[in-house]
């Protein structure tokens, strides 16, 4: 099985892009073509992904839109990861943490079980309850950083006082708490298995993020029907090894009467604005 | 369907009990006789409740040992919520979170389609995150305040500057991390949904939790297995509404040759000492 890194930036060389599409397929949102197969959840799936294979450098699932239909669910989100091309890889975006050795379980159900490629982690518990993540060689767990939602505010932008913000000097001092979730994040990743997320939201925050935890993949979500400013992201993250995900915005684009036409063109558009941006210094 | 809090509140009083039982049944832990059954995982905790029901306050689950056998896994977690009785309440215990229109499937697993009374989740993306938890109305969201794993310090005892150790004066200013969350989420219990979880390994800091954030229902984990000192913590818990839970301590009792003897005997044991410090004083 090849390391997700190598994997990524393969995907992002072959199809020449770093849109990551994102099936949050709401069961109640699947259209009425594919509502009387067996498992429509999956079949939209695996439609989506046929129509944007060779335009995207990776695929994410956000286990909740499984979850909530229970053994079936499941059962449609290891039909859908049947159907992702080796060569792209997969990210499960459950943001899980626990207690050591119950994340160890949560580890063997998206690595063991499902075959992911990488995931998403909560920091609040701290390092033990993530390490399980870490620990899988050639695997990825994306810290979340600072998340996409307006509430991120509440805790992930309160400021530090004490010791941590003497952690780094000058330019690099950490004053805020996601600023010291990178800061750990960085220390975390002994073994090149740790990456960040960092919502489109706050592109004035990229560059600090960045030189706190300098190299550590980063993924980007959003944009699209959350808002984000995709120029301003992008600028900021030039030169990293970044994954900006669309999700809604994708798989249910409005205005197309074929679903996977549209996630196509989609696509495409997103993936043109990114290249475009990086294109024009 | 009674709410929450009453339900706790009687079964507190009809058992004489403050026990939580954790049913963190790891399959590969379960003994021998149970495993030539159709569903070992639910026997074992049918098994386990069965001996247990008249001396327990509730029941937690952690989804970790279910989700890690994927859709077996979940049909599990259904057949232990079936033989668990009506009236004692059920924690399903996942520690999610994540933006809104996510977190409301996460909320629909666990609310409408298992039929649980009450979860626990994880305050990092602040209010939105949680909030569609919060809206259950007769149910109760266990947001973690602090963790009973060592790297609970890694954030959530950092200190705080700013505005945020400027809202509460006198003995409740907010200083950590921690803190500020059990302030939040006393703001955010509009609807009587919302609790803490506060490990059991640092009681010296559950009188100050209970003064910024007075009158929500406690979750402890950390007995047992994780070492925490029940005396301290009970001492310090009085006329509150906490639970106290315990899992591998009681379903993985040593010393028995029949685990349900086990876990009546140790659930027994835990219910008198907690009874006996609270007589006490």
């Not at 695997?139 to 509430?151: I, M």
């Not at 990743?189 to 706050?202: E, P, R």
Request: net charge negative; hydrophobic share 40%.
């Amino acid at each position: 099985m090849m390391n997700f890194l190598h994997k990524l930036q393969n995907a992002k060389k072959t199809n020449n892009s770093y849109v990551c599409v994102g099936l949050d397929s709401e069961f109640e949102k699947l259209p009425e073509s594919v509502k009387s197969y067996p498992d429509p959840q999956a079949l939209f799936n695996n439609l989506i992904i046929e129509a944007t294979k060779d335009n995207v450098c990776a695929y994410k699932i956000n286990s909740a839109f499984y979850e909530c239909r229970g053994a079936d669910g499941w059962k449609s989100l290891e039909n859908t990861v049947k159907g992702i091309p080796e060569n792209i890889p997969i990210i499960v975006d459950g943001k899980r943490a626990d207690i050591g050795n119950t994340s160890r379980k949560y580890a063997q159900a998206v690595y063991d079980l499902l075959g992911a490629d990488a995931v998403t982690v909560n920091p609040y518990l701290g390092l033990d309850g993530i390490e399980p993540f870490l620990n899988y060689e050639g695997k990825c767990a994306f810290v979340l950083c600072h998340t996409s939602n307006k509430s991120s505010e509440d805790f992930q932008r309160v400021s530090l006082a004490g010791g941590e913000n003497q952690l780094r000097r000058d330019k690099n001092a950490i004053t805020r708490l996601f600023e010291l979730v990178a800061h750990k994040a960085s220390e975390w990743n002994k073994i090149g298995s740790c990456g960040l997320v960092i919502g489109a939201n706050v592109p004035e925050d990229f560059t600090r993020i960045i030189d706190i935890a300098p190299g550590l993949p980063i993924l980007v979500p959003g944009i699209g029907a959350q808002g984000g400013d995709i120029r301003a992201v992008v600028e900021r993250l030039r030169g990293t090894d970044f994954t900006i995900n669309s999700s809604r915005g994708i798989i249910f684009a409005p205005g197309y009467d074929d679903f996977a036409e549209g996630a196509h063109r989609q696509t495409i558009a997103l993936k043109d604005i990114i290249n475009d941006i990086l294109a024009n210094r």
